[in-house]
């Protein structure tokens, strides 16, 4: 079992920064793939970006390519999602999620065995 939580979520302007992170616990996370999801009021699940475990790959959304950067930090069991240059648009609960190494599919949630509870970002205009 693998627990997930996340934190670093706030109230932002717009064109701000914020970074989240993920605290993994009970198990180790360095042969386990971690994403970022996001979710917005009457909306589903969206893929953000994902980092593989396998050569810390990363994948982006299109929609946040060039804004988000993911990293992890095996040895602190941590995963990390550094936003810049936010909008409005992005105002979401941001959830991570991780994912067995076998696993290569990194946009589609289905995959993840473990998510966080999420952290709310809000950006205003």
């Known amino acids: 079992q693998v627990q997930l939580v996340e934190s670093g979520g706030g109230l932002v302007q717009a064109g701000g920064s914020l970074r989240l992170s993920c605290a993994a616990s009970?198990?180790?996370?360095?042969?386990?793939?971690m994403g970022w999801f996001r979710q917005a009021p009457e909306k589903g699940r969206e893929f953000v970006a994902a980092?593989?475990?396998?050569?810390?790959?990363?994948y982006y959304a299109d929609s946040v390519k060039g804004r988000f950067t993911i990293s992890r930090d095996n040895a602190k069991s941590m995963a990390y999602l550094q936003m810049n240059s936010l909008k409005p648009e992005d105002t979401a609960v941001y959830s991570c999620?991780?994912?067995?190494?076998?696993?290569?599919?990194?946009?589609?949630?289905?995959?993840?065995?473990?998510w966080g509870q999420g952290t709310q970002v809000t950006v205003s205009s």
């Open positions: 980092i593989s475990w396998s050569d810390d790959s990363t």
């Open positions: 009970g198990r180790t996370v360095s042969r386990l793939s």
């Open positions: 999620a991780a994912a067995p190494a076998y696993y290569r599919s990194y946009d589609n949630p289905i995959g993840y065995d473990y």
